[in-house]
T-cell receptor, first 109, second 117 residues
Framework: TQLLEQSPQFLSIQEGENLTVYCNSS?????LQWYRQEPGEGPVLLVT?????EVKKLKRLTFQFGDARKDSSLHITAAQPGDTGLYLC?????????FGAGTTVTVRA | EPEVTQTPSHQVTQMGQEVILRCVPI?????FYWYRQILGQKVEFLVS????????KSEIFDDQFSVERPDGSNFTLKIRSTKLEDSAMYFC???????????????FGPGTRLTVL
């Protein structure tokens, strides 16, 4: 079983602040995907990182894949209330994704 | 934008009954998946399907579960005799590529909430 640990579990910040969410594993993945999930809905893909050390930017979101392809981070700059949600990381191996438990981010106006 | 669709959005059934959950994957995708998420828990992999056969399944996917692609567009998950612990959100996903490809981006449907009474 490949375990992905996400930290912190909960994060509450003020609008305009920055935040970082971490995703760590002892396993190597062929790629790592970040999703955002709203209550009662399916995960929505934000980005896929593939190469060790890769950095991808999506507007105010910056995603990094660790050199060893075991860990990743999501950094949000100048967070807005619209960034509130559950952020999930998922490691790809063979035919499946292994998900972390998620980080619930709350951005207060 | 193409998306994965699932029906029904909510299914309520009695313990011991059979249920079929339906999914229409993105049309040019070749790999199909089912995941489940028990309330408050992680999303868990159930099964992957390619070229009309199961590629991989988890230990959750026992003899009570089966998958089928009955036609060119639908992908179904059947639970033969539901148990209380089968209550969960069930998500279908599809991807263009699968094992052996660096990119295995999976796109998820909105889910079916299964409630077993």
């Amino acid at each position: 079983t490949q375990l992905l640990e996400q930290s912190p579990q909960f994060l509450s910040i003020q609008e305009g602040e920055n935040l970082t969410v971490y995703c760590n594993s002892s396993s190597v993945f062929s790629s790592l995907q970040w999703y955002r999930q709203e209550p009662g809905e399916g995960p929505v893909l934000l980005v896929t990182v593939v190469t060790g050390g890769e950095v991808k930017k999506l507007k105010r979101l910056t995603f990094q894949f660790g050199d060893a392809r075991k860990d990743s981070s999501l950094h949000i700059t100048a967070a807005q209330p619209g960034d509130t949600g559950l952020y999930l990381c998922a490691g790809a191996s063979d035919y499946k994704l292994s998900f972390g438990a998620g980080t619930t981010v709350t951005v207060r106006a | 934008e193409p998306e994965v669709t699932q029906t029904p959005s909510h299914q309520v059934t009695q313990m011991g009954q059979e249920v079929i959950l339906r999914c229409v994957p993105i049309s040019n995708h070749l790999y199909f998946y089912w995941y489940r998420q028990i309330l408050g828990q992680k999303v868990e992999f159930l099964v992957s399907f390619y070229n009309n056969e199961i590629s991989e399944k988890s230990e959750i996917f026992d003899d009570q579960f089966s998958v089928e692609r009955p036609d060119g567009s639908n992908f179904t998950l059947k639970i033969r005799s539901t148990k209380l612990e089968d209550s969960a959100m069930y998500f279908c996903a599809s991807s263009e590529a699968g094992r052996g490809y660096t990119y295995n981006e999976q796109f998820f449907g909105p889910g079916t909430r299964l409630t077993v009474l």
